[in-house]
């Protein structure tokens, strides 16, 4: 029996613009997930029948990277599902690095690749950014050019992204989910549609990259309350671009007074939103007078565990 672990993840700036090749920062957060892998007489997911339906991501990771016989998979996860809070990359993750563990072949890079690969099989267009977050922990910065602290170098199609380790400091987020599941593919699907049609568009996400760029910097010197500024302008263009919502506007603009900056986080259209504070008891109760689920996370974790093998 293999039991692995992996992090759900925020991004802290750059989702979308990311797709379109900017950069973008993700970082690992301490809530986890967990699988229990062991060999069985067919294959189940917590007891149920494993099919594509309800469990696309690990069918076509067992599709694509197992060629050992029927699982029984256990998972029990603290990332609520559909948050926008790297759920589905968690579950692949963890999943693949017990598949890595069972044939003694665990290694985070290899998990991230084919984790990236199997995200991009269920969702259509996507980056490597929540599985490579997932994967590595800590913080990542995903970029179209090699830097300092590189760890692995992602193709498809035309795109690539070299995603790099990002010396996170250890910072405490508020989320608030919106409590309203909303899947990625559409959403990323609805803003490429946006960005070929239009260059107004496409000028938000350039101004999304830069920005992040900034944020890059300003993380690295710890300056919160700046970091804090180019979340919530971070913000505002992905309102333009379209994958706000009512929800997650409301729970911004209550965290805001009390936070250095808030911000939708993942995919948007639902899911949730973070805020950077050293008030994270008010902005808790702010969220959560808003009709939001709240939860106080710290950044800082370690990415794919073997906790047992
Ligand atoms: C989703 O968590 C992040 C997006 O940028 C999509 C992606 O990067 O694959 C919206």
Redesign the pocket.
Known sequence: MILTSAPGKI?LLG??A??FGKPAIALGIDLRLSCTVSEADKSTVNGYPLTYQYHPYIHTAMRDYWRGGPLSIEISSEIPSGS?L?SSAAVTVAFLAALGAMSDDFDVEGVARRAFNVESMVQGR??P??TSASSHGHGIFVDSSPGDDLLWHIRQDSRQWYVHHCPAPELTFVIGFTGIRAS?GP??ARVRRYVERTRFAAELVDEIGQITQEGMARLRERDVEALGRLMTRDHNLLAILGVSSRELQTLVDAALPLSYGAKLT??GGGGSMIALTDRPEEVSKAIRRRGGIPYIVQTGVDGARVERA
Do not use: P, Q, Y
């Open positions: 991004i989702e979308h990311v797709v926008g790297g996507a980056s950014l929540d990625t959403l990323v993942g995919a």
